[in-house]
């Protein structure tokens, strides 16, 4: 292409080709009249009044009522449906029931040969299906993180940069700070003498009974989930009757964050690990042990303890998120 | 219309008017707290259908006792186990859902949800 075609000279910005062809004028602006934009605020201001007038609006009422109607309507018909269904459905309670097939036979008939554990329901739920509580493990870690994202307060942080800017704080002082005005002063602590009291006495039987029920998850009912969600309701019982002070002693954002890491980590691993073993029929060398005995059942035992640390984890760090945004 | 079972079904039954009265509390509360407890009912009535459908009669939950292995001993172990899932999902669940209501909260002071959109709309949103 040559360097002064007229193409080139437009592309390089040296030649306007509107330039003289088109007629062109300056914008003059619009000058308000005195008291115009008053006037027109004015006008918006009634508008904006008018349109979210709520009380006194027939057409919104109307439609609060007929959404009301729809809803029930929706909601009956919804119920009358389902009723219908539930009405065709097999005879609850009878051993024929197509539910009752050939995969819930296997798992009772040989559970207890193949997983090692006596409550058939946790040798299904960590043996057979341990992927599935796997997700269920990280379901719950992923939604821990999204309340601390959403919940998290950053003004510690702040704060922070000013203690150490001012000189030496300590570090109670500066948790404080992020809390509200009664759990600033830690005045609410104080006087709960009756829940202090009575506190000590339960909690630790509380996270016994919770540590009971997570150890004992392959002989009796229970396992990780409920265990870890009795030892959380012990913790949050504790940090209501004394205090955050008394608590960050020994469970902190760290104290969380690695305990989920390893747990979940050991989980993947011991769990890959016996998938692979067992879809390529190898010796997995995991000691299924004596049925009925504590240290029975392989690798159940260990993932139950896992869950539950990840469980009693997140319940108390939910409840501490919603207290007061940090730990 | 209805089929034989209903009154045999009412476990069911029970399962599913508690769900549809958790669907009306989710329709007709204005209060986001007041809607996810709603939610929360409806968690239940799938849990008591999920339990119910496992359930045969004269039998008992599935931990061997005695070394009996026969599967006329016990009921079905499978929907016990997919309980366990709901609950830990809805716990999740509603966990979020009450730290997005704290959030709305702090930026609206109010936990209506019409005046919530109402105060969007006047933001110009």
């Known amino acids: 292409m040559k360097k002064d075609s007229a193409f080139s000279r437009w592309f390089y910005g040296e030649r306007d080709t509107l330039l003289d062809r088109v007629e062109m004028k300056p914008q003059t ?11 027109l605020m004015e006008e918006r201001r009634l508008i904006r009044e008018h ?18 109607v729809a809803a029930v309507v929706f909601c009956a018909t919804l ?30 008939e040989n559970g207890l040969q193949e997983t090692g554990a006596v409550n058939i329901v946790t ?52 948790s404080r700070k992020s809390a509200g005005p009664a759990e600033k002063s830690g005045s609410i602590y104080e006087e709960n003498l009756i829940l202090q009291k009575i506190a000590g006495i339960l909690v630790p039987i509380i996270v016994i009974f919770g540590v009971y029920v997570i150890l004992n998850g392959h002989l009796s009912p229970g396992g990780g989930f409920s265990g870890g969600a009795i030892i959380g309701a012990g913790l949050i019982l504790y940090q209501n009757a004394f205090g955050f002070e008394k608590t960050e002693r020994f469970f902190t954002e760290k104290t969380y964050k690695w305990i ?44 139950n303890i896992c869950v539950g640390l990840v469980v009693a984890c997140t319940m108390y760090t939910f409840f501490a998120m919603f207290r007061k945004g940090d730990f | 219309m209805f089929g ?6 009412y476990g069911e039954a029970v399962s599913v008017i508690l769900f549809v009265i958790g669907f009306s509390n989710l329709l007709l509360q204005k209060n986001l ?22 359930y045969i009669r004269d039998r008992v939950a599935p931990i061997v006792v005695d070394g009996i292995q026969e599967v006329e001993a016990y009921i079905n172990p499978v929907p016990s186990g997919l309980v366990l899932t709901g609950i830990v999902v ?35 949103r």
């Open chain 1, 29 to 39: 602006g619009h000058a308000p009249r005195a008291g115009e934009i008053r006037e």
């Open chain 1, 51 to 68: 349109i979210y007038d709520v009380e006194d609006n027939q057409k919104l009422k109307l439609f609060h009522r007929l959404y009301q």
């Open chain 1, 79 to 108: 119920m009358l449906i389902m009723l219908v269904a539930v009405s065709w459905l097999p005879e609850n309670g009878n051993p024929d029931n197509p539910v009752n097939n050939e995969v819930s036979a296997r798992y009772i």
């Open chain 1, 123 to 174: 040798g299904m739920i960590l043996d057979y299906r341990a992927f599935d509580t796997f997700g269920e493990s990280n379901v719950l870690f992923i939604s821990t993180v999204t309340v601390l994202i959403l919940l998290h307060n950053k003004k510690k942080k702040e704060t922070g940069a000013e203690d150490v800017a001012g000189g030496r704080a300590n570090t109670a002082e500066k």
């Open chain 1, 260 to 303: 989920c890491f390893f747990a979940l980590t050991f989980y993947c691993l011991a769990k890959s690990y016996s998938f692979f073993t067992g879809a390529n029929h190898l010796e997995s060398g995991i000691p299924l042990g004596k049925p009925g005995a504590i240290l029975s059942s392989g690798l159940i035992l260990p993932l």
């Open chain 2, 4 to 9: 034989p079972n209903l009154f045999t079904n």
């Open chain 2, 33 to 54: 707290i007041k809607k996810i407890i709603g939610l929360n009912i409806m968690d239940t009535a799938v849990y008591l259908f999920l339990a119910e459908k496992g």
């Open chain 2, 90 to 124: 809805s716990v999740s669940v509603t966990a979020i859902m009450l730290s997005l209501t704290i959030r709305l909260y702090r930026r609206y002071h109010t936990l209506d949800l019409d005046e919530i959109s109402m105060l969007l709309k006047k933001e110009g």
